[in-house]
Nanobody, 122 residues
């Protein structure tokens, strides 16, 4: 049973940057897909970025060009570098992972972290 733990959230001003981390309790080679979701108050959970087997990463249009997802296999870590943050990026960010390549993309990942709060405000 894998566990995912996010960290790195906080309060940042518009235009600032944050790097979120997701630590896995098992080798991330166990997962064919990993991703980041976010959920703002009163809104549905939204896919931010997803990486699938083969290393291809896709981003939502709202973050494309500003956010970058990466992974460190040796450290069992996945990261989300967020630049040029905007107030609308305020949300709880969740790390997700699954052995199936499609389940993270569809929002039905087997493993989820508890989330880390990101607040963008002046």
């Amino acid at each position: 049973q894998a566990q995912l733990v996010e960290s790195g959230g906080g309060l940042v001003r518009p235009g600032g940057s944050l790097r979120l981390s997701c630590a896995s309790s098992v080798s991330i080679f166990e997962f064919n897909s990993m991703g980041w979701y976010r959920q703002a108050p009163g809104k549905e959970r939204e896919l931010v970025a997803v990486t699938t087997v083969g290393g291809r990463t896709s981003y939502s249009d709202s973050v494309k060009g500003r956010f970058t997802m990466s992974r460190d296999n040796a450290k069992k870590m996945v990261y989300l570098q967020m630049n040029n943050l905007k107030p609308e990026d305020t949300a709880v960010y969740y790390c997700a992972a699954d052995a199936s390549s499609g389940r993270v993309l569809l929002g039905f990942a087997e493993y989820w972290g508890h989330g880390t709060q990101v607040t963008v405000s002046s």
